[in-house]
């Protein structure tokens, strides 16, 4: 199947200070990825939806200049956690959808990345 | 959004089903599917079934799909101790994103 690789896979800052998270699909090109953020014992919650050439799209509640996203090619979202404080830690995982497939197509999960703000 | 749920702790014995369930809220979901997810990864997809299918079977896994009462199930046939982990359902929506329910942990008893 398709890989998307998820850089860091965890990843320790101080608080103040910013961190970037990168998704790479290995193998295809996805116009669309997605974020999500995963607090302990909760479920996923989608944060934004990245397109590529274009700005991010975010959903309800998430600070879009706190969590910058960067699609800048087909094959690489960033998410740049901004000023970060140690309620941002959690897991971080990205998905991508193959470009041009239909809808019944899979999303291929990056391994995510456990940040801890200290 | 959508709201997806599931019970949060499931306990087996080794040999034994399991069966994990999750009701959703949105009539117009298209795909169900169902997620595994082992400490400190990402999310492997197991199954999924179209809304128009009541069941799905893939080797020890059975996808039972009510679309009427909103529940979907993903039943374990001989549960293994390599089952023990995350598993959750998620409903897709209009932009290909995925809402998900909050994860039932399985754990087997060997």
């Known amino acids: 199947g398709a890989v998307v690789s998820q850089h860091p896979s965890r990843v320790i800052c101080k608080s103040g200070t910013s961190v970037k998270i990168e998704c790479r699909s290995l193998?295809?090109?996805?116009?669309?990825m997605f974020w999500y953020r995963q607090f302990p014992k909760q479920s996923l919650m989608l944060m934004a939806t990245?397109?590529?050439?274009?700005?991010?799209?975010?959903e309800q509640g998430v600070e879009k200049d706190k969590f910058l996203i960067n699609h800048a090619s087909l094959t690489l979202s960033t998410l740049t956690v901004t000023s970060a404080h140690p309620e941002d830690s959690s897991f971080y995982i990205c998905?991508?959808?193959?470009?041009?497939?239909?809808?019944?197509?899979?999303?291929?999960f990056g391994q995510g990345t456990r940040l801890t703000v200290v | 959004g959508e709201d997806v749920e599931q019970s949060l702790f499931l306990s087996v014995r080794e040999g034994d089903s399991s069966v994990i369930n999750c009701t959703y809220t949105d009539s117009s979901s298209t795909y169900l599917y169902w997620y595994k997810q082992e400490p400190g990864a990402g999310l492997q997809l197991l199954t999924y079934i179209f809304s128009n299918m009541d069941m799905k079977q893939d080797q020890r896994l059975t996808v039972l799909l009510n679309k009427k009462d909103k529940h979907l199930s993903l039943r374990i046939a001989d549960t293994q101790t390599g089952d023990s982990a995350i598993y959750f359902c998620?409903?897709?929506?209009?932009?290909?994103?995925?809402?998900f329910g909050t994860g039932t942990r399985l754990t087997v008893i060997p």
């Open positions: 998620a409903s897709r929506g209009g932009a290909n994103n995925l809402f």
């Open positions: 990245s397109n590529e050439g274009s700005k991010a799209t975010y």
């Open positions: 193998d295809f090109q996805a116009t669309t």
């Open positions: 998905s991508a959808h193959p470009t041009g497939t239909l809808m019944n197509t899979e999303a291929f």
